[in-house]
Protein backbone atom coordinates (compact mmCIF):
# COMPACT_ATOMS: atom_id res chain seq x y z
CA UNK A 1 0.00 0.00 0.00
CA UNK A 2 1.35 3.14 -0.97
CA UNK A 3 1.56 6.31 1.72
CA UNK A 4 -1.19 9.28 1.99
CA UNK A 5 -0.91 12.36 2.68
CA UNK A 6 -2.83 11.63 5.34
CA UNK A 7 -0.48 9.40 6.90
CA UNK A 8 1.81 12.07 7.49
CA UNK A 9 0.19 13.57 10.55
CA UNK A 10 -0.34 10.21 12.13
CA UNK A 11 4.18 9.75 11.63
CA UNK A 12 4.44 13.19 13.65
CA UNK A 13 1.86 11.33 16.34
CA UNK A 14 3.94 8.25 16.18
CA UNK A 15 7.18 10.01 16.72
CA UNK A 16 5.88 11.93 19.52
CA UNK A 17 4.08 9.07 21.09
CA UNK A 18 7.49 6.68 21.10
CA UNK A 19 9.64 9.50 22.39
CA UNK A 20 7.57 9.86 25.75
CA UNK A 21 7.30 6.09 26.39
CA UNK A 22 11.62 6.26 25.68
CA UNK A 23 11.60 9.00 28.39
CA UNK A 24 12.76 12.02 25.89
CA UNK A 25 12.65 15.49 27.90
CA UNK A 26 9.98 17.70 26.29
CA UNK A 27 13.29 19.07 24.33
CA UNK A 28 14.11 15.74 23.48
CA UNK A 29 10.65 15.33 21.95
CA UNK A 30 10.89 18.12 20.03
CA UNK A 31 14.19 17.47 18.47
CA UNK A 32 13.18 14.09 17.53
CA UNK A 33 9.72 15.73 15.24
CA UNK A 34 12.75 18.37 13.87
CA UNK A 35 14.58 15.68 12.75
CA UNK A 36 11.47 14.02 11.12
CA UNK A 37 10.41 16.87 9.74
CA UNK A 38 13.92 16.70 7.73
CA UNK A 39 12.79 13.62 6.09
CA UNK A 40 9.68 13.88 4.73
CA UNK A 41 10.88 16.09 1.56
CA UNK A 42 12.67 12.88 0.61
CA UNK A 43 10.26 10.01 1.30
CA UNK A 44 8.22 8.84 -1.84
CA UNK A 45 4.50 8.63 -1.35
CA UNK A 46 4.87 5.80 -3.59
CA UNK A 47 7.04 3.73 -0.35
CA UNK A 48 4.32 1.73 2.17
CA UNK A 49 4.06 3.35 5.94
CA UNK A 50 6.10 0.76 7.53
CA UNK A 51 9.14 2.18 5.44
CA UNK A 52 8.54 5.45 6.95
CA UNK A 53 7.43 3.62 10.14
CA UNK A 54 11.38 2.34 10.11
CA UNK A 55 12.74 5.31 10.25
CA UNK A 56 10.71 6.69 12.62
CA UNK A 57 12.10 4.30 15.29
CA UNK A 58 15.30 4.02 14.27
CA UNK A 59 15.21 7.88 14.99
CA UNK A 60 13.83 7.66 17.87
CA UNK A 61 15.96 4.81 19.61
CA UNK A 62 18.77 6.31 18.53
CA UNK A 63 18.29 10.26 20.09
CA UNK A 64 17.31 8.52 23.39
CA UNK A 65 19.60 5.26 23.25
CA UNK A 66 16.74 3.31 24.36
CA UNK A 67 17.19 -0.15 22.38
CA UNK A 68 13.89 -1.01 23.12
CA UNK A 69 11.53 1.73 24.25
CA UNK A 70 8.34 -0.58 24.33
CA UNK A 71 9.70 -3.92 26.65
CA UNK A 72 7.58 -3.21 29.33
CA UNK A 73 4.62 -2.79 27.60
CA UNK A 74 5.52 -6.13 25.26
CA UNK A 75 6.03 -8.06 28.70
CA UNK A 76 2.41 -6.62 30.21
CA UNK A 77 0.94 -7.33 27.01
CA UNK A 78 2.36 -10.96 26.70
CA UNK A 79 1.82 -11.21 30.60
CA UNK A 80 -2.08 -10.44 30.24
CA UNK A 81 -2.96 -12.42 27.22
CA UNK A 82 -1.33 -15.51 28.73
CA UNK A 83 -3.68 -14.87 31.54
CA UNK A 84 -6.69 -15.37 29.52
CA UNK A 85 -5.15 -17.91 27.30
CA UNK A 86 -7.43 -20.22 28.93
CA UNK A 87 -11.19 -18.47 28.38
CA UNK A 88 -9.96 -18.23 24.82
CA UNK A 89 -9.27 -21.48 24.21
CA UNK A 90 -12.43 -22.34 26.34
CA UNK A 91 -14.36 -19.65 23.58
CA UNK A 92 -13.13 -22.43 20.88
CA UNK A 93 -14.01 -25.59 22.53
CA UNK A 94 -18.11 -24.50 23.33
CA UNK A 95 -17.94 -23.14 19.48
CA UNK A 96 -19.91 -24.31 16.93
CA UNK A 97 -17.12 -23.87 14.42
CA UNK A 98 -14.17 -24.13 16.02
CA UNK A 99 -11.29 -22.73 13.18
CA UNK A 100 -13.83 -19.96 12.75
CA UNK A 101 -13.34 -19.44 16.04
CA UNK A 102 -9.96 -19.67 16.72
CA UNK A 103 -9.71 -17.26 13.83
CA UNK A 104 -12.04 -14.85 14.68
CA UNK A 105 -9.91 -14.58 18.16
CA UNK A 106 -6.72 -14.29 16.25
CA UNK A 107 -7.79 -11.29 14.56
CA UNK A 108 -9.27 -9.73 17.54
CA UNK A 109 -6.34 -10.04 19.07
CA UNK A 110 -4.66 -7.61 16.51
CA UNK A 111 -6.20 -5.04 18.60
CA UNK A 112 -2.60 -4.76 21.14
CA UNK A 113 -1.28 -2.13 18.76
CA UNK A 114 0.45 0.55 19.91
CA UNK A 115 1.62 2.28 16.79
CA UNK A 116 -2.05 3.06 15.91
CA UNK A 117 -3.87 3.26 19.71
CA UNK A 118 -1.11 4.91 21.76
CA UNK A 119 -3.76 5.35 24.92
CA UNK A 120 -4.20 1.43 24.61
CA UNK A 121 -5.72 0.05 28.18
CA UNK A 122 -4.19 -3.15 27.23
CA UNK A 123 -6.71 -4.78 30.30
CA UNK A 124 -9.98 -2.85 29.27
CA UNK A 125 -9.11 -4.09 25.38
CA UNK A 126 -8.54 -8.12 25.93
CA UNK A 127 -11.58 -8.39 28.24
CA UNK A 128 -13.76 -6.71 24.92
CA UNK A 129 -12.52 -8.90 23.13
CA UNK A 130 -13.56 -11.88 25.30
CA UNK A 131 -17.16 -10.16 24.66
CA UNK A 132 -19.44 -11.42 21.87
CA UNK A 133 -21.21 -8.79 21.74
CA UNK A 134 -18.45 -6.09 21.03
CA UNK A 135 -16.83 -7.73 18.26
CA UNK A 136 -17.94 -6.49 14.62
CA UNK A 137 -17.61 -9.29 12.23
CA UNK A 138 -19.00 -8.73 8.43
CA UNK A 139 -19.04 -12.33 7.77
CA UNK A 140 -21.81 -11.37 4.97
CA UNK A 141 -19.21 -9.61 3.01
CA UNK A 142 -16.72 -12.03 1.38
CA UNK A 143 -14.40 -8.63 0.67
CA UNK A 144 -13.25 -8.20 3.75
CA UNK A 145 -14.24 -11.50 5.74
CA UNK A 146 -13.30 -14.21 2.96
CA UNK A 147 -13.30 -17.28 5.36
CA UNK A 148 -14.41 -19.99 2.38
CA UNK A 149 -11.26 -19.18 0.73
CA UNK A 150 -9.21 -19.36 3.84
CA UNK A 151 -10.82 -22.49 5.14
CA UNK A 152 -10.35 -24.17 1.55
CA UNK A 153 -6.91 -23.02 1.10
CA UNK A 154 -5.71 -24.00 4.24
CA UNK A 155 -7.41 -27.37 3.44
CA UNK A 156 -4.93 -27.48 0.72
CA UNK A 157 -1.65 -26.37 1.80
CA UNK A 158 1.12 -28.49 3.75
CA UNK A 159 3.56 -25.70 4.36
CA UNK A 160 2.18 -22.48 5.70
CA UNK A 161 4.02 -18.90 6.61
CA UNK A 162 2.92 -17.24 9.44
CA UNK A 163 3.62 -13.09 9.80
CA UNK A 164 3.31 -12.31 13.46
CA UNK A 165 2.51 -8.99 14.31
CA UNK A 166 2.67 -7.63 17.82
CA UNK A 167 3.60 -9.04 21.16
CA UNK A 168 0.29 -10.17 23.17
CA UNK A 169 -1.10 -10.93 20.07
CA UNK A 170 0.95 -13.57 19.65
CA UNK A 171 -1.12 -15.60 22.11
CA UNK A 172 -3.91 -15.02 19.87
CA UNK A 173 -1.93 -16.58 16.90
CA UNK A 174 -1.49 -19.32 19.29
CA UNK A 175 -4.70 -20.52 19.11
CA UNK A 176 -5.24 -20.29 15.59
CA UNK A 177 -2.17 -22.11 15.02
CA UNK A 178 -3.18 -25.18 17.60
CA UNK A 179 -6.35 -25.31 15.90
CA UNK A 180 -4.95 -25.64 12.51
CA UNK A 181 -2.60 -28.50 13.88
CA UNK A 182 -5.71 -30.07 15.35
CA UNK A 183 -7.34 -30.32 12.22
CA UNK A 184 -4.16 -31.83 10.59
CA UNK A 185 -0.78 -32.11 13.00
CA UNK A 186 1.12 -32.97 9.55
CA UNK A 187 1.03 -28.87 8.64
CA UNK A 188 4.32 -27.60 8.77
CA UNK A 189 4.30 -24.21 10.31
CA UNK A 190 6.47 -21.53 10.41
CA UNK A 191 6.15 -18.36 12.33
CA UNK A 192 7.52 -14.89 11.70
CA UNK A 193 9.01 -12.10 13.86
CA UNK A 194 10.79 -9.33 13.47
CA UNK A 195 14.56 -9.24 13.70
CA UNK A 196 14.81 -6.47 16.11
CA UNK A 197 12.94 -4.25 17.95
CA UNK A 198 10.51 -1.89 16.36
CA UNK A 199 7.01 -0.89 18.73
CA UNK A 200 5.31 -3.57 19.97
CA UNK A 201 6.07 -5.90 17.29
CA UNK A 202 6.85 -9.64 18.59
CA UNK A 203 10.50 -10.84 18.44
CA UNK A 204 11.47 -14.52 18.99
CA UNK A 205 11.64 -14.43 22.02
CA UNK A 206 7.46 -13.40 22.79
CA UNK A 207 7.02 -16.00 20.64
CA UNK A 208 8.70 -18.11 22.72
CA UNK A 209 7.46 -17.11 26.31
CA UNK A 210 3.72 -17.35 24.55
CA UNK A 211 4.16 -20.63 23.45
CA UNK A 212 4.12 -20.66 19.85
CA UNK A 213 7.57 -23.07 19.36
CA UNK A 214 5.11 -25.70 20.69
CA UNK A 215 3.35 -25.76 17.39
CA UNK A 216 5.79 -23.97 15.04
CA UNK A 217 9.09 -23.07 13.96
CA UNK A 218 9.72 -19.78 14.81
CA UNK A 219 11.88 -17.89 12.48
CA UNK A 220 12.83 -13.49 11.89
CA UNK A 221 12.01 -12.12 8.76
CA UNK A 222 15.39 -10.58 8.96
CA UNK A 223 14.03 -7.03 8.76
CA UNK A 224 13.04 -4.47 12.12
CA UNK A 225 10.09 -2.27 10.12
CA UNK A 226 7.05 -2.28 11.21
CA UNK A 227 5.71 -4.49 8.90
CA UNK A 228 7.44 -7.17 6.23
CA UNK A 229 8.93 -5.10 3.91
CA UNK A 230 10.51 -7.43 1.59
CA UNK A 231 13.64 -5.29 0.33
CA UNK A 232 14.68 -5.16 3.96
CA UNK A 233 13.83 -9.56 4.72
CA UNK A 234 16.71 -11.56 5.06
CA UNK A 235 17.43 -13.93 1.97
CA UNK A 236 16.06 -16.99 3.59
CA UNK A 237 12.52 -15.61 4.47
CA UNK A 238 12.68 -14.49 1.23
CA UNK A 239 12.90 -17.97 0.24
CA UNK A 240 10.21 -19.05 2.25
CA UNK A 241 7.80 -16.30 1.54
CA UNK A 242 7.82 -17.42 -1.89
CA UNK A 243 8.17 -21.53 -1.65
CA UNK A 244 5.28 -21.14 1.02
CA UNK A 245 2.01 -23.27 0.03
CA UNK A 246 -0.16 -20.29 2.00
CA UNK A 247 0.95 -16.81 3.82
CA UNK A 248 -0.82 -15.94 6.90
CA UNK A 249 -0.57 -12.18 7.21
CA UNK A 250 -1.34 -10.63 10.36
CA UNK A 251 -1.67 -7.13 11.07
CA UNK A 252 -2.12 -3.44 9.66
CA UNK A 253 1.67 -3.25 9.00
CA UNK A 254 1.70 -5.99 7.26
CA UNK A 255 -1.15 -5.22 5.08
CA UNK A 256 0.44 -2.28 4.39
CA UNK A 257 3.97 -3.83 3.22
CA UNK A 258 2.54 -6.65 1.48
CA UNK A 259 -1.20 -5.83 -0.02
CA UNK A 260 0.85 -5.14 -2.94
CA UNK A 261 3.34 -8.22 -3.29
CA UNK A 262 2.78 -10.39 -6.64
CA UNK A 263 2.10 -13.51 -4.39
CA UNK A 264 -1.15 -14.57 -2.99
CA UNK A 265 -1.75 -13.28 0.90
CA UNK A 266 -4.28 -13.64 3.10
CA UNK A 267 -4.62 -10.84 5.41
CA UNK A 268 -6.33 -10.76 8.99
CA UNK A 269 -6.42 -7.22 10.96
CA UNK A 270 -8.65 -4.85 12.57
CA UNK A 271 -8.83 -1.86 10.99
CA UNK A 272 -7.88 0.78 13.24
CA UNK A 273 -7.31 4.11 11.14
CA UNK A 274 -9.86 5.83 8.73
CA UNK A 275 -6.56 5.37 5.80
CA UNK A 276 -7.00 1.85 6.05
CA UNK A 277 -10.70 1.65 6.19
CA UNK A 278 -10.99 3.66 3.09
CA UNK A 279 -8.65 1.20 1.31
CA UNK A 280 -10.10 -1.73 2.40
CA UNK A 281 -13.37 -0.70 1.98
CA UNK A 282 -14.71 -1.03 5.50
CA UNK A 283 -15.81 0.53 8.84
CA UNK A 284 -12.66 1.25 11.80
CA UNK A 285 -13.16 -1.61 14.27
CA UNK A 286 -14.17 -4.07 11.81
CA UNK A 287 -11.99 -7.50 11.82
CA UNK A 288 -10.74 -8.60 8.42
CA UNK A 289 -10.28 -11.61 6.50
CA UNK A 290 -9.03 -10.21 3.27
CA UNK A 291 -7.61 -12.76 0.12
CA UNK A 292 -5.41 -11.24 -2.47
CA UNK A 293 -4.82 -13.95 -4.89
CA UNK A 294 -1.68 -14.20 -7.04
CA UNK A 295 -1.01 -11.24 -9.26
CA UNK A 296 0.49 -12.16 -12.83
CA UNK A 297 2.60 -9.72 -14.50
CA UNK A 298 2.14 -9.36 -17.96
CA UNK A 299 5.15 -9.54 -20.23
Known amino acids: MRTYLDCIPCFFKQALEAARIAGASKLGQKRILDELAKVFPKFPLASSPPEMGKTIYDLVKRMTKKSDPYAELKAKSNRLALNIYDKLKNKVDNSRSRLLM ?12 YGVKNSLNVDMELSKILDEENRSIKKESKAIFDYKSF ?17 G ?21 IYAVKEKPVINDALIKDALICGISNMAKVISSGSDAPGT ?5 SKSFLDLYNKADMVISKGQGNFEAL ?3 RRAVFFLFMAKCPVIAKDVGCEIGDIILSYYPEKIIEK
Open 102 to 113: AVELAIAGNIID
Open 151 to 167: KDALNKSNMILYLADNA
Open 169 to 189: ETVFDRILIEEIKRIDENKNI
Open 229 to 233: VLSLC
Open 259 to 261: SGS
